[in-house]
């Protein structure tokens, strides 16, 4: 009985030969009469008669359709083809391949094209291995429509217990039963349980030589090692943008459907590298470019279906964040919303056009684009924007895309976080700020005016006409230090504040917050040093500031000149938050051993 059979008329009297025939071409063939309605637009060619249109046939999705049934087919993997044709030419074929990668890149396919090349026969029935598999004998015919029954396809999700492995097990010991090898293509193996990989170790190490596995799997860090090491590993690549986009113009040239470069190479950046995911969304467009009766795939119904911002939506948008304007920003924002544009995708379409702008920068060269506007624009932000002003976007952008990520309302997190970046491009660059600095510090800075209030600057201690220059406060406390006794050296620094200094006698006052007499230790200290026997007393009268009040007092000094400079206050203004780096107060707060208590 053949598919027409059902379609017959249920009359007792049957149908005459004459439409039997007819009836069976029309379901064969289609029926002629309709043929001039649906033909293609005068633009384009008719193309050739789609089964997928035929009648009494289902359609079929163009990434089934345009499955890879030879290697010369399969995209973006040609040093996977290259390895296995040399294999194969040379008789070093292994027992297990394993093919890893991300989704729709290959690997079942590759899997089913490796059990054809080994079992193709050719159109002779003489043929042997080959890596370019006939695709019309037997073999070739049954592997492709699934139906062979020596190359066992088995889906690991479904199948994860030791009992289907014990299966293949007790199966792989009998011989191929028309195929040259018997093959088990296993997918998504990483989904195994732990104890049916045990199981399958052995068998996996030394199968009969009739028998071949072939595994795929999205997920190969979750593959033990023990069966890693006794598989040969093909890692298939993401396929690049343009070689998507390209093998998208050739679909849709066989399809017969007019599209776009511009609208075929948005598709291809939303595949992410994977030919099903980009299929299923070009399945899609096609379907959308429909509806209008046209049937032309444009870029602006691919933007529209996918809900991503207009390029041109995005130059302006980056535009009106570096020329500061609030309104117009906000506006743009409200309209790329109201049209249906997420508001997580404008984030991340101005994060790409940030990223192409600095990849043109450092180029140098012309910058990639398909269209002449759209290299004229990135052309001109490179040559606008400084590598430090891309990079700060950059990180205002990714800062910005986690909290429209995570936030409650994504439409105000976005604009929260736009309107920050424009204000954040408002602020003066600090690395121009720094080499400012260093410049007018290598000219000479002018010293600013005393603040008022800042603690005088200490006078050095009265000695004796007796005295050597070494005998002074400061150099006495640092020979205390340099003989090993920082504790008392550090104790002198901080806690006296000379009144009078002479040969062996000490008068001074002591340095407020410190309630014990350090007259002892000093004492000690000095006979230790000196040898003799010192006077030390308190007294009263005019006293120095201690060594640790005097540096502090000139270290607030100096931080204060150089805060009055004109370029360091406008610094200060523009970052609030900002420090000086090797501050003279922190220098004089850190000097010494820490303060003694």
């Known amino acids: 009985m053949s598919d027409s059979d059902p ?5 007792e009297t049957g149908p005459t030969a004459a439409e039997l025939e007819a009836a069976g071409q029309n379901a064969l063939f289609g029926d002629p009469a309709p043929a001039a309605p649906v033909s293609a637009p005068p633009a384009a060619p008719a193309p050739p008669a789609k089964p997928a249109q035929a009648t009494g046939q289902a359609y079929r999705v163009l990434a089934r359709k345009y499955r890879p049934q030879t290697f010369s087919e399969l995209i973006g993997q040609e040093a996977m083809v290259r390895t296995l044709a040399n294999a194969i030419a040379r008789d070093r074929l292994a027992h297990a391949f394993l ?37 019309v004998c037997e073999p070739c015919r049954a592997i492709a429509e699934g139906r062979h029954i020596d190359v066992i396809e088995m889906d690991a999700a479904s199948n994860t217990g030791v009992d289907d492995v014990r ?29 049916a990989f045990n199981a399958l170790l052995k068998t996996l190490e030394e199968p009969p030589p009739h028998v071949k596995f072939l595994f795929a799997t999205t997920e190969v860090d979750k593959l033990p090692v023990t069966v890693l090491s006794r598989t040969q590993r093909f890692d298939l690549r993401r396929i690049p943008a343009p070689m998507l986009a390209e093998h998208f113009a050739r679909v849709c040239g066989l399809e017969g459907v007019e599209a776009d470069a511009e609208a075929l190479s948005i598709i291809a950046n939303a595949a992410e590298g994977s030919v099903r995911d980009g299929l299923s969304i070009l399945d899609q467009a096609i379907a959308h470019a429909d509806l209008d009766g046209e049937g032309k795939v444009t870029a602006a119904r691919v933007r529209d279906m996918l809900g991503l911002a207009d390029k041109s939506a995005q130059r302006r948008l980056l535009g009106y964040v570096l020329s500061f304007d609030t309104k117009a920003l906000l506006a743009a924002v409200d309209e790329q919303y109201a049209l249906g544009v997420e508001p997580l995708a404008l984030m991340r379409a101005l994060m790409d056009l940030v990223h192409r702008v600095t990849l043109a920068q450092v180029s140098g060269g012309e910058p990639e684009a398909p269209s002449e506007d759209e290299r004229a624009a990135l052309a001109d932000f490179a040559a606008r924007l400084g590598a430090a002003e891309l990079h700060r976007l950059w990180q205002l952008l990714l800062k910005g895309h986690d909290e429209v990520r995570t936030g409650p309302d994504p439409l105000v997190s976005l604009q929260m976080a736009l309107l920050r970046i424009l204000h954040a491009a408002q602020m003066p660059d600090p690395g121009k700020l720094a080499k400012r600095i260093e410049e007018l510090a290598a000219s000479g800075l002018t010293a600013a005016p005393a603040v008022s209030g800042a603690a005088p600057a200490p006078t050095p201690v009265a000695a004796s006409p007796n005295q050597t220059p070494n005998q ?14 920082l ?10 504040r000379v009144i009078e200094l002479g040969p062996a006698r000490l008068v001074y006052q002591q340095a407020d917050n410190f309630p014990d007499d350090p007259a002892p230790d000093i004492r000690e200290a000095l006979f230790k040093l000196t040898g003799k026997r010192w006077q ?6 005019t006293a120095q500031p201690s060594l640790r009040e005097a540096a502090e007092a000139a270290a607030a000094a100096e931080d204060a000149r150089i805060r009055s400079d004109p370029l360091i206050r406008a610094a200060f203004e523009a970052f609030p938050d900002a420090e000086l780096l090797d501050a003279p107060l922190k220098s004089a707060a850190g000097s010494g051993s820490p303060p003694w208590n």
């Open 7 to 11: 379609e017959l008329p249920e009359e």
């Open 99 to 135: 093919m890893t990668g991300v989704r729709g890149v290959g690997k079942t396919s590759t899997a089913r094209l490796i059990a054809k090349a080994l079992n193709c026969v050719g159109t002779d029935g003489q043929g042997g291995p080959t890596i370019d598999p006939c695709g």
């Open 167 to 195: 299966e293949i097990i007790e199966q792989v010991r009998y011989a191929a039963v028309s195929a040259r090898y018997k093959i088990y293509i296993i997918d998504e193996v990483h989904m195994l349980s732990r104890n």
């Open 472 to 485: 002074t406060w400061a150099a006495l406390v640092d020979e205390v230090d340099a003989s090993g006794q």
């Open 487 to 496: 504790r008392i050296a550090q104790m002198m620094r901080d806690r006296v």
């Open 536 to 541: 030390i007393e308190r007294g009263t009268g």
